[in-house]
């Protein structure tokens, strides 16, 4: 038995060459299925808990003499790579400046992105964790202004039928079913955003990827942590950042999750489920100081 993804439904399997094993217990000590353990001095393979071999792919990563191989739901050895050296990692201070610098952008220069750094902004956002793996987060990149346009114009069409739906009348029959806080939500911010982003289409202006050169759209598997998404969206944002680019993250994508025809020209499974959109671009003006937010609040307990 394992824990279901869409895709996998049997556990990683893993592997130990016994000739190169010194039995360190570094593998078994890491492993959290209890897959690998150490009995009598002896490093054994096992079934572990309910879930088997997760492929988390710790044991491969801190055997000292590279014994262990994990192979199964999407995992091979030769995904292993040497980590960066210490001195070649972000400190404290440089990510804390960085985290303080990104401020969401909404006006974009004429410049475009290249195709290679959009592939590079992807390659880092693989490095995002998950739930459980394999990662169950799809992305949809639309590179260059043509395509951000299409996505934007079958967007703001998906749009104009969800704003058509939550009308006075749908929305007092769902308030006993979503409660009274959810109900405003609805009325007062997002039917009103909806009918603005189409008002403003309507007018000639974009007011939902505001005329990026690169957008990208995060989606997951029905099997899928919802979280895995929204964290693949800050690491590309963070990504994005740090290669000196702007970006915004949009959050009215979710109202498309039910639209099939939008979901069919965006190549999206029907079964999936849409959540986050990010434009990215060269931002047009530059931010000349920062900012100290308040979260609502912080209990040490």
């Given at each position: 038995m394992t824990?279901?993804?869409?895709?996998?439904?049997?556990?990683?399997?893993?592997?130990v060459e016994p000739e190169s094993c010194t039995n360190c217990g570094q593998c078994a000590e890491i492993c959290p299925s209890q897959t690998l353990t150490v009995v009598d001095g002896k490093l054994r393979v096992e079934a572990g808990i309910f879930t088997g071999c997760i492929g988390c792919t710790h044991c491969m990563m801190v055997c000292p003499t590279g014994s262990v191989t994990v192979e199964g739901r999407r995992l091979?050895?030769?995904?292993?790579?040497?980590?960066?050296?210490?001195?070649?990692?972000?400190?404290?201070?440089?990510?804390?400046?960085?985290?303080s610098a990104r401020r969401s952008v909404r006006r974009f220069s004429e410049e475009e992105v290249e195709r290679r750094v959009a592939e590079r902004i992807v390659e880092m956002v693989r490095t995002a964790p998950m739930g459980i793996p394999p990662s169950e987060v799809g992305i949809v990149v639309f590179h260059g202004r043509d395509k951000v346009r299409q996505f934007a114009e079958d967007a703001v069409e998906g749009f104009r039928k969800v704003a058509r739906f939550l009308n006075p009348l749908v929305?007092?029959?769902?308030?006993?079913?979503?409660?009274?806080?959810?109900?405003?939500?609805?009325?007062?911010?997002?039917?009103p955003v909806l009918?603005?982003?189409?008002?403003?289409?309507?007018?000639?202006?974009d007011d939902f990827c505001y005329e990026a050169p690169l957008a990208m759209l995060f989606h997951h598997c029905p099997t899928g942590d919802p979280a895995d998404d929204h964290i693949a969206a800050t690491y590309a944002m963070l990504a994005a950042q740090s290669l000196g680019l702007g970006s915004?993250?949009?959050?009215?994508?979710?109202?498309?999750?039910?639209?099939?025809?939008?979901?069919?020209?965006?190549?999206?499974?029907q079964q999936n489920k849409i959540s986050l959109g990010l434009v990215i671009g060269h931002p047009r003006t530059h931010f000349r100081r920062s900012i100290r937010r308040q979260l609502?609040?912080?209990?040490?307990?």
């Open positions: 824990i279901m993804t869409f895709d996998f439904t049997r556990p990683a399997v893993p592997r091979a050895p030769e995904d292993i790579g040497e980590l960066p050296p210490v001195e070649a990692r972000a400190t404290a201070d440089q990510l804390e400046a960085l985290l929305l007092a029959l769902m308030r006993p079913f979503i409660g009274k806080a959810q109900y405003a939500v609805m009325r007062q911010f997002v039917r009918d603005l982003i189409v008002k403003r289409w309507d007018e000639g202006a915004c993250l949009l959050g009215t994508t979710v109202a498309l999750d039910h639209d099939r025809v939008f979901k069919a020209k965006c190549g999206i499974p609502a609040s912080v209990h040490f307990v």
